[in-house]
């Protein structure tokens, strides 16, 4: 898998992180299995411990039999969040970016392989406000010092790689890293497939503090939800058509 390709689809996200990205996992004790995740968000159990730098360097040995890799042009991430603002009462905002990166791992029975990994850039979240946004990137999210937002599977639970035309509901669980901080979460999730293309989308959410962030209290903003929302559409095309 060539990632300077994917960085030039994905201008000025940088690759910080990827060498973090495939060859052996080991979950730690009382980390989460399939039988006891049961909802998505930031779970009870430590970080698994991960080694994924042959994802860069040789999939094959991961036992990746396929490899799908994001299209930026074709995905997008959304934060939620639910505010008061002054004057005008309760409000949603949203902030969304299609400076999107990573690549999906498939062993030769279709079945997904952890180190799967997907990158967003969180410098570039646009929303309806200007100033909300350069008060994240300065701020709240500090995106100059942690540019990146990173999710590493570790465990799919009740995936099949689904037949053309067909659709598979899923969990995604790993290592999510926001803000120098990363938790074990869980992502509901849904994909289809279209010959040498997948599509999907996944949500989950988390509470500001679990990662360090201060609420954006500032200007016309008179209160802002614990809880975040976090959605994902992606568009992920196999490498070798």
């Known amino acids: 898998m060539n990632l300077d390709l994917l960085a030039r689809r994905a201008p000025g996200l940088t690759m910080t992180g990827l060498a973090l990205a495939g060859a052996v996992v080991t979950m730690l004790p009382g980390a989460a299995s399939a039988q006891d995740t049961a909802a998505f968000g930031v779970l009870d159990t430590e970080p698994a411990t991960i080694d994924c730098s042959a994802i860069e360097t040789d999939p094959a040995a991961l036992g990746a039999a396929s490899i799908y890799v994001v299209d930026p042009a074709q995905s997008e991430a959304r934060y939620i969040a639910e505010e008061e603002l002054s004057g005008v009462g309760a409000n949603t905002a949203v902030g969304s970016?299609?400076?999107i990166q990573g690549a999906f791992l498939f062993d030769a029975d279709g079945n997904p392989i952890p180190c799967s990994t997907i990158y967003v850039?969180?410098?570039t979240f646009e929303s309806d406000?200007?100033?909300?946004?350069?008060?994240?990137?300065?701020?709240?999210l500090q995106s100059d010092q942690?540019?990146?937002?990173?999710?590493?599977?570790?465990?799919i639970q009740n995936f099949t790689l689904p037949a053309d035309g067909e659709e598979?509901?899923?969990?995604?669980?790993?290592?999510?890293?926001?803000?120098?901080?990363?938790k074990s979460m869980a992502w509901e999730a849904t994909a289809s497939?279209?010959?040498d293309t997948l599509t999907g989308s996944a949500k989950t959410e988390f509470d500001m503090a679990d990662f360090?962030?201060?609420?954006?209290?500032?200007?016309?903003?008179?209160?802002i939800e614990d809880i975040i929302q976090l959605e994902i559409d992606l568009v992920a095309v196999n490498s070798a058509a």
Do not use: M
């Open 121 to 123: 850039d969180v410098r």
């Open 212 to 223: 360090d962030i201060e609420k954006p209290i500032v200007g016309s903003v008179l209160s």
């Open 193 to 195: 497939r279209d010959g």
């Open 146 to 155: 942690y540019p990146l937002a990173e999710f590493v599977v570790t465990e």
């Open 129 to 140: 406000s200007s100033r909300r946004d350069n008060f994240l990137r300065g701020n709240t």
């Open 97 to 99: 970016t299609q400076t």
């Open 168 to 182: 598979t509901t899923f969990t995604l669980v790993g290592n999510f890293t926001l803000h120098g901080v990363t």
